[in-house]
């Protein structure tokens, strides 16, 4: 005969389950001592393996559920999330823990869609949540500049996964393939997991959709002045951030953009005199100052590559002598151009081609696979129909 549990006044008969819901700022012995169990039992349960510490990370609103038996706590499950159950029962003195995988079901969603007013709007209308057009956007924003570019009649394919559990779906996984067709160019992209686990996009071409960036953008002299939060600036004769670097370099000496990217500002802009801005991708923007000219017809909207001539430099504004001034911004922040860690942009290596062609080519087979019946292009207003395909 196991001993009943004292905390418990009233046993009722036989088994039950009860539930506790976590509340914010809720611990496993909060919840106890609320649910009248006994802390002896609570640090049994703690000691019952590596996968009891799942215990000590609980979130408001999950669920713990308990058995009772003869007023005896003799199980208690948690979901992690929903994908895991973890259940702890009682043997004889001791529990013991176990992490079992749910019975969720994975299924591989192909929407397709038509522009015809924004991204977002016919994403949704496709049936694409919101941060399954965040990442579609990510994806692209090398190639594609999603305020400036998209045009009404672009189209798009998304192949992601879904997963379901008792029929209701619990989660939208990552996009595992994608097209975008905008005018009239057409990218494609996949998912690929390399042998190390690290997971990320590829044009079907092995290229990687993220692109890198020159750590320098041109041939300098010396660096006249680095990244700094306070300084005194030399003709202004006052302490200011310097939120960039100046390269030292005759007047005239070609700059680089430093990553793909589209012009945003090509133009005068108080003491950095001629100035250019590039976005590069969704994060990043690369500021470049005291230019002595632009290059050619440079103008806001213009889609740069990695490398082409965007201006020369000079001394205009308030500057001493010719340098550049260059800065790095990732998110809206300031970062120094010297030190910061640039996104790296690795083509599929040799010894990964051939895990690469096995994961992308069903994957873009099922992106192409044209079923009618089961999709459609979106037009304004309608409801796009999604076409499930079990794997
Ligand atoms: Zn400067």
Request: no cysteine.
């Amino acid at each position: 005969m196991q001993p009943l549990d004292p905390a418990r006044a009233a046993p009722p008969p036989g088994e039950v389950w009860a539930t506790a819901t976590v509340r914010p700022g809720d611990n496993l012995s909060l919840i106890f001592k609320r649910e009248n169990l006994s802390a002896k039992t609570l640090d049994l349960i703690m000691d019952s393996g590596p996968d009891s510490a799942l215990l000590a990370k609980l979130r408001p609103g999950q669920k713990i559920q308990y058995q009772l038996t003869g007023g005896m706590l003799t199980a208690l499950r948690l979901e992690p999330s929903h994908w895991e159950i973890l259940e702890v029962r009682r043997v004889g003195e001791t529990f013991e823990s176990e992490l079992r995988k749910t019975d969720v079901v994975t299924h591989v969603q192909k929407v397709t869609g038509t522009i015809t007013d924004s991204l977002f709007m016919s994403g949704q209308r496709a049936g694409l949540t919101d941060p399954l057009i965040m990442e579609l956007i990510s994806i692209y924003a090398w190639d594609v500049d999603f305020a400036l570019e998209v045009r009404v009649g672009d189209s798009f394919k998304v192949l992601y996964e879904e997963y379901f559990r008792d029929g209701k779906r619990v989660g939208v996984g990552p996009i595992l393939a994608a097209e975008f067709a905008n005018q009239g160019k057409s990218f494609r992209s996949v998912r690929f997991t390399s042998t190390d686990g690290h997971s990320d996009y590829y044009a079907d071409s092995g290229m990687a959709m993220r692109k890198a960036f020159l750590r320098t953008p041109l041939n300098f002299t010396r660096i006249s002045s680095t990244f700094s939060l306070g300084r005194r600036h030399p003709i202004l004769n006052s302490i200011r951030a310097h939120r960039g670097v100046d390269y030292a370099a005759p007047q005239g000496t070609p700059i680089k953009a430093a990553g793909d990217g589209t012009v945003v500002y090509a133009g005068s802009k108080g003491g950095y005199g001629r100035t250019v801005i590039l976005r590069h991708g969704s994060k990043y923007n690369t500021l470049y100052a005291h230019l002595s000219r632009y290059a050619g017809s440079l103008k806001p909207g213009d889609r740069v590559q990695q490398g082409k001539i965007i201006g020369y430099v000079g001394m205009s504004g308030l500057a001493t002598g010719p340098h550049l001034h260059y800065e790095f911004q990732v998110a809206g922040v300031h970062r120094n151009p010297l030190t910061v860690d640039l996104p790296k942009a690795e083509s599929i290596s040799a010894n990964q081609w051939e895990r690469f062609q096995q994961q992308a080519a069903p994957l873009l087979a099922q992106l192409e696979l044209s079923a009618p019946a089961r999709e459609s292009i979106v037009a304004m207003g309608e409801t796009g129909t999604k076409g499930p395909f079990v794997h």
